[in-house]
């Protein structure tokens, strides 16, 4: 640790607990090569994603989110009212307006506070942050979910984006416990760049229309090298500050759960930092890329497999459109 950087601890907050909600239906990459010009060979041996669920129609973030969030209250033995806010962080909202949290909070029988957060990919780990100090300085327990539909803004028949995402939710809630520790969260963004992942028309920029709609403009696009480039070094970096901040060495995590966009990303990440492989978390070889709800989906599929044990350093890391990352630390003292 350098000589500037004094130690942060974590909050006193610890995750009570943890759900999700995955659609029915699975799509394997032999399906998407049945529809266009793509292979189960390509697609696995360059993001390592063989499988991903995608909503029903008619099925929204919402629906999804109000799963996940009933599956970790009753997880933890909460009950509604229990829950003093709820952070609902998704870059594919139900609506432009309203928020999609209180359509959740409505879902669930709760008028306690309830807001979105976009920060995309990164949006569950910027949740956890803004939910953690609100845990830690009196609110009581806060429901975090993260929850995406992104195969309805992605082009079906773009094979450059369509192969990589999937539909999905998680959810956390925190309680205030002093013998715990959550966090520190370097958490950054850098808005310069916004084309390299976005949807370029169908906001306030350049509202809906025809030409649009003729142009497929409202889809999602990126910069696959560019964003892949970003997020390696970001989730690196923004691992690094957190580590250096708790005074631990990389040796110390037991467990990295990073954003699940690409498998060669998550290897990537770890061996720039020094990461044991078998500490690497992988779930997007199952679900795709959902964005915010990744890591949630990650976190209740390492606890499944027993990789989850009271005390053990998780090390969460993300990245996103924005650009915006982070990374965070806790010691898991959770549902188990
Ligand atoms: O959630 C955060 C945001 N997302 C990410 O983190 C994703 C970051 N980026 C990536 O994961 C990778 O850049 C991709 C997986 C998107 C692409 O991998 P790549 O190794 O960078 O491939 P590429 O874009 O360089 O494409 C190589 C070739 C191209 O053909 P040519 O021009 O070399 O003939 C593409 O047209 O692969 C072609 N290609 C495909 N072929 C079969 C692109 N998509 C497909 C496909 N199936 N689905």
Redesign the pocket.
């Known amino acids: 640790m350098s000589a500037t950087t004094p130690t942060r601890a974590g909050a006193a907050v610890r995750v009570a607990g943890l759900g999700v909600r995955l659609p029915d239906r699975v799509v394997t990459n032999d399906d998407l090569a049945k529809v266009m ?3 189960d060979e ?2 696995r041996s ?2 390592g994603i063989r499988q991903r669920h995608v909503a029903a129609p008619g099925e929204a973030t919402s629906d999804l989110a109000a799963a996940a969030a009933r599956a970790a209250l009753d997880d933890g033995g909460f009950e509604v009212a229990d829950v003093a806010a709820i952070v609902v962080a998704t870059t594919t909202p139900d609506h432009t307006v309203p928020g999609t949290a209180p359509l959740v909070a409505a879902r669930l029988g709760s008028q306690a506070a309830a807001f979105d957060i976009n920060a995309a ?1 990164s949006g569950f780990l910027y949740g956890l942050r803004l939910a953690a100090g609100m845990t830690a300085t009196g609110d009581g327990a806060v429901l975090v979910i993260g929850a995406e539909t992104l195969t309805r803004i992605v082009d079906p028949g773009d ?2 984006v369509a ?2 995402f999937g539909d999905g939710a998680g959810a956390v809630v925190l309680v205030p416990d002093d013998a715990a520790s959550f966090g520190p969260f370097s958490l950054g963004a850098d808005g310069t760049q916004p084309s390299m ?1 976005w949807t370029a028309a169908g906001g306030t920029r350049r509202p809906f229309d025809a030409v649009v709609l003729e142009e497929g403009s409202h889809y999602l696009t ?1 910069r ?2 560019d ?2 480039r970003n ?1 390696v070094a970001r989730m690196a970096q923004a691992s690094r500050e957190v580590l250096e901040q708790a005074g631990l060495k990389v040796s110390d995590v037991d467990l990295f759960i990073g ?1 699940q ?2 498998v060669r ?1 998550l290897d990537a990440v770890a061996s720039r930092l020094g990461l044991a492989p078998e500490r690497n978390h992988v779930s997007v070889d199952r679900h795709g ?1 959902t ?1 915010a709800a990744s890591i949630p989906l990650a976190l209740a599929d390492a606890r499944d497999q027993g990789r989850l044990h009271d005390g053990d350093t998780v090390l969460l890391a993300a ?2 459109a924005g650009l915006t990352w982070g990374a965070g630390l806790l010691s898991w003292k959770g549902a188990s």
């Open positions: 010009d793509t292979s390509w697609i360059r993001t990919c094979r450059s192969v990589l992942l990126m696959g090298g964003v892949y997020a954003h966009a690409n990303i890329n964005s990245f996103g």
